[in-house]
Nanobody
């Protein structure tokens, strides 16, 4: 069993930055694909980014967000720059019992509790 705990959310003005962290329990973190997703009020959860042997981003965040991981600390991060009001959402990290990453949320096995990001205009 893997437990994921996100942190780093908050309120920021448009154009600002935040860094989200997701700390994972377990000794096999380095072999897991990790993903970030978000869900805005009244909308479905959507893919943001994944990290496996490489990284991949949704078009809406490409060039502004960066996913990176520290396998010693069992932590994956999401650096978010040039934030926009439309980035406002609850952000979730997810882990997949496979090194193959995916943008499909149903293919992830473990989820964190989410952290709120609010971007004011």
């Amino acid at each position: 069993q893997v437990q994921l705990v996100e942190s780093g959310g908050g309120l920021v003005q448009a154009g600002g930055s935040l860094r989200l962290s997701c700390a994972a329990s377990g000794r096999t973190f380095s072999s897991y694909a990790m993903g970030w997703f978000r869900q805005a009020p009244g909308k479905e959860r959507e893919f943001v980014s994944w990290s496996g042997g490489s990284t991949y981003y949704a078009d809406s965040v490409k060039g502004r967000f960066t996913i990176f991981r520290d396998n010693v600390k069992n932590t994956v991060y999401l650096q978010m720059n040039r934030l926009k009001p439309e980035d406002t959402a609850v952000y979730y990290c997810a882990a997949r019992r496979s090194s193959w990453p995916t943008s499909k949320d149903y293919e992830y096995d473990y989820w964190g509790q989410g952290t709120q990001v609010t971007v004011s205009s």
